[in-house]
């Protein structure tokens, strides 16, 4: 039989260690520490709990593109095994020198490194005024080898996993009709400002749908409602178009505008019911019916918000311990479209709020019961209010007043951020719709009188700046002449932050979940 090996009981000491590991093989150990910036700088790593360390493969050499070791759960132990050389026969002994509960593992490598031509380095260390010789000698700008301008961050591959589209059809030989527009489930037609394309034509009244289960004298009605309001006005807006309107009337209606209106998905008449055939972008009479929107109501809404601007602090979290590896689907139209969808329906639901009850309301009643302000007619939310400009001239006298300087002097084309107007109108018009809306919800008098100031220096600005756009196209042809730019139109126009896109435009197919329930509750 075999002898059992000798066994060895060992302490675990209290010292903890941090393990690194490396993809490199080390004929001086001592020389380790170089490569992730010596200890100090993996002291200060394991202190601020840095999810990554940097490790650069050539520590000497600035243009070295460093790979990064991941930070990961590990259960290892240092082990000092020594043994005498002159006295072989003596046992060997052990000691555990310190527990790591942590580790820093690269999982791959970098994808390239680059590394400088020899003769540029070697002459680093010449005198100031023989470090250009190198260079003035060179022919081509290649022989440069400078340092590329951006790296790859990427230093891990990408497990990508390409799959078809479930709606995929392939395309056959000949058929190399696109569509004009983009259609939603409902039949919808969404058209972009910025296309060149003409906008949808109506078919006439034998492509109409088929209605089941509604009467004909029903169904008549609606349609004859439908064409007399688009004769009076080419763009209504939803709330505008079906006011005083049952929810019976409305759900019908909902099933023929897709087929006899489209929708703007930017643009100054985003969102709101466009007659088909009719093209704004090319018709200067369009102007009235632009929207004017204004945003971040809370202040306005809710008398427990005092403050003129809102501050977001920002949440960092952070994922500790985790694998840098991901993986990259391909994106999928369908699935972009349905997930589109519902964000922006429940944007749309959330901005719906109600207002905090005043001080007059009961201390029994909740908020939700509260009915909302109406502003000319329709309803005030938190998030955001849109009106068309002929609605508020016609029920604003102050309004009216500040547009009649702008009927003449239209722009010579339509700005997706403006429309026909110039830039220096709006501010005027947001800031008086926002003291009138102060106004209605009952903000405090000093408040308003700040407000009313306010207008008065917007106004002498707008002035000035009519008064210097003279016989120019736009206030902003008139900065690119001045400055001598050769930027086109819509470089000047480029969309803000507060520009929706989609947003509006399906507030009307949400809104119809809302009349079916409406019209089932009806007696």
């Not at 006899?260 to 009479?285: A, E, K, Q």
């Not at 809102?310 to 994106?331: A, I, M």
């Not at 008098?445 to 220096?457: A, G, H, V």
């Amino acid at each position: 039989m075999t002898e059992p090996r000798p066994t060895m009981t060992l302490e675990v000491p209290s010292q903890e260690a941090v393990c690194v590991e490396m993809p490199l093989l080390f004929k001086d150990p001592t020389k380790a520490p170089m490569y992730f910036g010596g200890i100090p700088n993996l002291v200060t790593i394991q202190e601020t709990k840095t999810p990554f360390l940097p490790i650069k493969l050539r520590p000497g050499e600035p243009n070295c593109k460093p790979i990064f070791a991941d930070r990961a759960k590990t259960q290892t132990f240092v082990l000092a095994v020594s043994k005498s050389k002159k006295r072989p026969s003596e046992p060997a002994t052990a000691a555990i020198t310190a527990v790591a509960t942590e580790k820093f593992v690269c999982e791959g490598m970098a994808d390239y490194q680059y590394f400088a031509a020899p003769k540029y380095l070697a002459c680093m260390d010449a005198p100031p005024a023989k470090r250009l010789e190198v260079y003035r000698s060179v022919s081509h700008l290649e022989d440069l080898e400078l340092v590329p301008e951006v790296f790859s961050r990427v230093d891990l591959p990408l497990k990508y996993e390409f799959k078809q589209r479930p709606q995929f059809k392939p395309k056959t030989e000949g058929d190399e009709t696109a569509p004009v527009t983009k259609t939603n489930g409902r039949g919808v037609q969404y058209v972009n400002f910025r296309s060149d394309k003409d906008v949808p034509q109506f078919k006439g009244p034998d492509h109409m749908p088929k209605t089941r289960g509604i009467p004909i004298e029903l169904e008549e009605h609606v349609l004859n409602f439908i064409r007399r309001k688009f004769e009076e006005r080419p763009i209504w807006q939803r709330h505008t178009l079906f006011e005083n309107s049952s929810a019976a009337e409305r759900r019908v209606a909902l099933r023929f505008l897709p087929f006899m209106c489209y929708i703007f998905l930017n643009g100054p008449w985003r969102g709101m019911w466009v007659r088909m055939g009719y093209d704004p972008r090319t018709t200067p009479s369009s102007a009235p019916y632009q929207m004017l929107e204004i945003r971040g109501n809370r202040e306005l809404v809710h008398a427990t918000v005092s403050r003129t601007v809102k501050t977001h602090q920002k949440k960092v979290t952070r994922f500790r311990y985790t694998s840098r590896l991901t993986t990259v689907v391909q994106s999928m139209d369908a699935e972009d479209d349905v997930a589109l969808h519902f964000k922006q329906k429940k944007r749309h639901n959330r901005s719906k709020t109600t207002v905090k009850m005043s001080s007059s309301t009961a201390v029994g009643d909740n908020d939700d019961d509260s009915p909302a302000h109406l502003i000319y007619g329709l309803p005030l939310s938190t998030g955001y209010f849109h009106i068309q400009l002929c609605d508020l001239r016609e029920k604003n006298e102050g309004i009216n007043e500040c547009m009649n300087h702008f009927d003449n002097r239209l722009r010579a084309s339509a700005s997706i951020l403006t429309g026909w107007y110039p830039t220096c109108m709006f501010p005027v018009l947001r800031e008086k719709l926002r003291h009138h809306i102060a106004t209605v919800v009952g903000r405090p008098q000093d408040e308003l009188l700040l407000r009313e100031k306010q207008i008065q220096s917007l106004e002498r600005t707008m002035m000035e700046e009519l008064e210097a756009r003279g016989d120019v196209d736009s206030d902003e042809n008139n900065k690119k002449t001045a400055a001598g730019a050769g930027e086109s139109d819509d470089e000047m126009d480029e969309p803000s932050a507060d520009e929706a896109t989609a947003d509006d435009a399906t507030a009307d197919e949400d809104d119809e979940e809302d009349d079916e329930e409406e019209t089932k509750c009806d007696p």
